[in-house]
């Protein structure tokens, strides 16, 4: 018997635009993320970007061949990434 049925918001966004894109898909795993990057790809043809990935299993598969205009960039595992504290084009103040 079926009790949960899940999709999945692969999204990423332009630090400098705000500019967000995502794609639904039924699973997280080595096999939907190619697709969402080649996805990204082809949504921006003309631009180089460069995705920064957290751990996540399907992110770190050695079998992840990202389009050519896509450079994929791993976070440090002892990274922490719930420290982020908002746009990354906020004023600092001393």
Known sequence: MLTHEYTYAYAAVDVASGELDSL????????????????VGLRHPNERI???????????????????????????PDADVRSFRGPVQSPCVA
């Open 50 to 76: 460069v995705m920064v990935l957290d751990g996540a299993g399907w992110h770190a598969s050695g079998r992840l061949r990202p389009p050519a205009n896509i450079r994929l960039l791993s976070l440090p």
């Open 24 to 39: 639904i898909l039924p699973h997280v795993n080595t096999h939907c993320m190619p697709l969402f990057l080649n996805e």
